[in-house]
């Protein structure tokens, strides 16, 4: 489906999600939405009454669309592997390649909007509290400790990818940190 045939609401929405994840939410401005998703003023408003109902918008939409492609390409790459100590960096070695790779998107927001829209902390701790429970998935036993240890090298990994755009380099330093802090050869 092409942003033509998306609803109004949908072409907003989607037209936020590209512009904040590329550009950043408090350097979108919202006129520049309007005219990117070929919306007048009082269509914006009547569907997204103040930006920061926007951003929350993306975030929870950010978090569907993320997360289901993190599932699928983790399950996929685990078949390919077998274990997640190198399903874990191939999963996030495909995202770090990808063209519009920009880092996290929750991290992203949480430092740039930091206590100025309070709402979106909550969301924030859902994406990354869910990336934990997928991890933990793949672990023995309920292996959240060891999920979250993981989840920390991993931020640390995409933070590394998108400061110093050397996705090589983080992937790498990824495999480390996990053989060092873990050990995740468990089918």
């Known amino acids: 489906m092409t942003d033509v045939n998306l609803s109004a609401r949908d072409r907003i929405l989607h037209t936020a999600c590209k512009l904040f994840y590329k550009y950043g939410v408090r350097a979108t401005g919202i006129d520049r939405i309007i005219k990117d998703a070929g919306v007048t003023k009082v269509t914006f408003y009547r569907h997204f009454p103040a ?18 492609w993190f599932r699928i390409e983790l399950a996929r790459q685990m078949q390919q592997h077998g274990s997640l100590s190198q399903a874990l960096p191939g999963t996030l070695a495909r995202w770090f390649m990808s063209d519009d790779f920009r880092g996290c998107a929750f991290i992203n927001a949480s430092v740039e909007l930091a206590y100025s829209l309070p709402e979106a902390l909550p969301l924030i701790r859902q994406h990354k509290q869910e990336l934990t429970q997928v991890i ?49 050869d468990v089918s």
């Open 51 to 68: 930006k920061d109902n926007l951003i929350l918008a993306f975030l929870n939409e950010r978090h569907r669309t993320w997360m289901a």
């Open 136 to 184: 933990a998935s793949y672990l023995p036993g309920d292996g959240l400790p060891e999920a979250q240890m993981l989840t920390l090298i991993v931020d640390g990994a995409i933070v590394m990818a998108q400061r110093d755009e050397n996705a090589d380099q983080a992937i790498r330093l990824l495999h480390e940190c996990i053989k060092a802090s873990v050990s995740l």
